[in-house]
């Protein structure tokens, strides 16, 4: 389904800010605006930051040019509905990684509709879809590190797990209380976290029925949970701790992050920083006093670094892979924006050089404005 071109804005201006002590900023590359407005629930880059994919509110699924912020010719949407009022939000968007070059702009979705879609983004076909009952609402997705399996957390309280090259149904695991939002494997293919509205962190390695740990206490609304190198982090829907590490052998909690000034933001995302050596996380989210994404950095005692302040909520942010010093986050009006970390010290002087080369710009035009009216006149 075609749509109409997205707004790519390079100059905006977005509200962030270098917090006290901060040794790392953000400068704004560019924010696209895509025509019709609809929360960005999910986003991706993809293994080369060439593209990323967004999942909306409104049923589609879109990808980007991460370069230039163009938008591929054809919105991807699971619904089996025309209409555009009856589709359900997409949930979750990934990309297939790790299974050759042949898979390596194939995009993997979950939607409230309860499909779980493969795709070709470039051509924006439909390759393979999972169907489960209209009931059976998908709120999150999760892909193995070595691409085996894709898991789905959901509406009926179960995680769902499938095997990839079959697409067949291997495992529900049965042990969360109420709608699950968040799943992620871990370096191992076989062990899965999981957690959602029922205030609980799960365990899981899908060989075995069970849980095999539990945490209490996170309530997750969004893809709360990332894990990297043996450390899990969780982002809660609450104001107080809702930032925590935890030790995934004891299911204890290791720390409590601070957010700092101005607090009040009930989170929704978080994601560690790409790459075995990088030591940033970010999390967002928003709907109570502010709407912020905060960066901190795990080398510096998880102290937060800068922040960005919005209008509306922050729902989904990523990394870059071959990049992780780009970062991109959507909003609850679909707006994406892309931005670049870099030294504190360095951020002034780069806008200051851009203030100049727009200038530059603006003189150069007039210029051959005023020689054009010369030659018109003679």
């Known amino acids: 389904e075609k749509e109409k071109v997205p707004q790519v804005l390079e100059d905006l201006e977005i509200n962030t800010s270098i917090l006290e002590g901060g040794k790392y900023g953000l400068l704004h590359k560019m924010t696209v605006k895509p025509e019709e407005e609809s929360e960005c629930l999910s986003i991706r880059f993809d293994p080369s930051d060439k593209y990323f994919a967004a999942a909306f509110g409104d049923g589609n699924i879109r990808v980007f040019n991460a370069n230039t912020g163009e938008?591929?010719?054809r919105k991807m949407s699971p619904s089996v509905s025309s209409l555009q009022s009856s589709k359900m939000p997409v949930s979750s968007v990934r990309w297939?990684?790790?299974?050759?070059?042949?898979?390596?702009?194939?995009?993997?979705?979950?939607?409230?509709d309860g499909s779980v879609c493969h795709w070709q983004a470039i051509s924006g076909k439909m390759s393979h879809s999972i169907r489960l009952p209209e009931e059976v609402d998908l709120f999150s997705l999760a892909l193995s590190a070595n691409?085996?399996?894709?898991?789905?957390?959901?509406?009926d309280h179960l995680v769902r797990v499938w095997d990839e090259e079959t697409k067949k149904l291997i495992s529900?695991?049965?042990?969360?209380?109420?709608?699950?939002?968040s799943t992620i494997f871990t370096n191992k293919s076989y062990m899965l976290i999981s957690?959602?509205?029922d205030n609980t962190i799960k365990f899981w390695d899908i060989r075995q029925a069970q849980a095999v740990g539990s945490i209490q206490g996170p309530h997750l609304c969004g893809d709360g949970l990332d894990y990297k190198g043996g450390n899990l982090i969780s982002a809660a829907y609450r104001s107080k701790?809702?930032?925590?590490?935890?030790?995934?052998?004891?299911?204890?909690?290791?720390?409590?992050?601070d957010w700092g000034e101005p607090i009040g933001t009930l989170l929704y995302d978080v994601q560690f920083q790409k790459g075995e050596q990088n030591t940033l996380i970010a999390a967002c989210g928003g709907g109570a006093e502010t709407n912020q994404l905060r960066i901190f950095d795990s080398s510096d005692e998880y102290k937060p670094q800068c922040n960005v302040l919005g209008e509306e909520i922050y729902f989904s942010l990523d990394f870059g892979n071959k990049n992780p010093n780009m970062m991109a986050f959507g909003n609850a009006k679909g707006e994406i924006t892309i931005v670049d970390i870099l030294d504190a010290s360095s951020i002034e002087e780069i806008k200051r050089q851009r203030e100049e080369e727009r200038k530059q710009l603006e003189e150069?035009?007039?210029?051959?404005?005023?020689?054009?009216?010369?030659?018109?006149e003679e």
């Open 364 to 376: 150069e035009a007039k210029a051959m404005e005023n020689e054009s009216e010369k030659k018109e």
């Open 195 to 197: 957690g959602g509205w």
């Open 241 to 257: 701790e809702a930032l925590q590490m935890w030790d995934v052998n004891e299911f204890t909690a290791q720390r409590t992050i």
């Open 71 to 73: 938008m591929l010719p």
């Open 147 to 155: 691409g085996q399996y894709f898991a789905a957390g959901s509406k």
């Open 172 to 181: 529900e695991l049965k042990g969360h209380d109420n709608r699950v939002f």
């Open 96 to 112: 297939l990684t790790t299974l050759g070059a042949k898979n390596a702009t194939m995009l993997v979705s979950a939607s409230v």
